[in-house]
T-cell receptor, first 109, second 111 residues
Framework: GIQVEQSPPDLILQEGANSTLRCNFSDSVNNLQWFHQNPWGQLINLFYIPSGTKQNGRLSATTVATERYSLLYISSSQTTDSGVYFCAVERRGSYIPTFGRGTSLIVHP | KAGVTQTPRYLIKTRGQQVTLSCSPISGHRSVSWYQQTPGQGLQFLFEYFSETQRNKGNFPGRFSGRQFSNSRSEMNVSTLELGDSALYLC??????????FGQGTRLTVV
């Protein structure tokens, strides 16, 4: 199956700092989504981004499908950004989502 | 519109028992997928139902089963529970092969 690697595995920031999270995948994909898992376990949709660039407030994401990676940018981080960020991809023709292991982000006040 | 609803939120069961979890998708969504999340294995795909038919299946033993009703609501059943089945079970809803939206999950503890 497709391999999904997220980096870094852990990230600790001071409030106000910027960060970049990366998701590498090993095969061509139909779909790619970024999620934020809150402390209660729910996965919150951030971006549905099989290719291109999108922005939503302080967050933006870019997927370069031809080079098999996606980046999630968080600017001016806040304590409420803390949690685990997951990338999920569906290999072309498969439609079965595969999740990375996530990036655990802690933002200190 | 209402999001994905999973019930119950928390559950404690004894080894050997069986359990049924429920997921109500977003109105109009026809696909429901189930995932198991554990600290050791991460998020793993269990199965997907689309229009009452199982469309995809992950690598889990036959003790894990599911079904989907005509109103797209789905249930997942785990029989003969093992300690290792303790996990957060997440359900995702989508219209077809599009953006997925997750419920709040059911946290199952097997003792």
């Amino acid at each position: 199956g497709i391999q999904v690697e997220q980096s870094p595995p852990d990230l600790i920031l001071q409030e106000g700092a910027n960060s970049t999270l990366r998701c590498n995948f090993s095969d061509s994909v139909n779909n790619l989504q970024w999620f934020h898992q809150n402390p209660w376990g729910q996965l919150i949709n951030l971006f549905y981004i099989p290719s291109g660039t999108k922005q939503n407030g302080r967050l933006s994401a870019t997927t370069v499908a031809t080079e098999r990676y996606s980046l999630l940018y968080i600017s001016s981080s806040q304590t409420t950004d803390s949690g685990v960020y997951f990338c999920a991809v569906e290999r072309r023709g498969s439609y079965i989502p595969t999740f990375g292991r996530g990036t655990s982000l802690i933002v200190h006040p | 519109k209402a999001g994905v609803t999973q019930t119950p939120r928390y559950l404690i069961k004894t080894r050997g028992q069986q359990v049924t979890l429920s997921c109500s998708p977003i109105s109009g969504h026809r696909s429901v997928s189930w995932y198991q999340q554990t600290p050791g294995q991460g998020l793993q795909f269990l199965f997907e139902y689309f229009s009452e038919t199982q469309r995809n299946k992950g690598n889990f033993p036959g003790r894990f089963s599911g079904r989907q009703f005509s109103n797209s609501r789905s249930e997942m059943n785990v029989s003969t529970l093992e300690l290792g089945d303790s996990a957060l079970y997440l359900c995702a809803s989508r219209w077809d092969r599009t953006e997925a939206f997750f419920g709040q999950g059911t946290r199952l503890t097997v003792v």
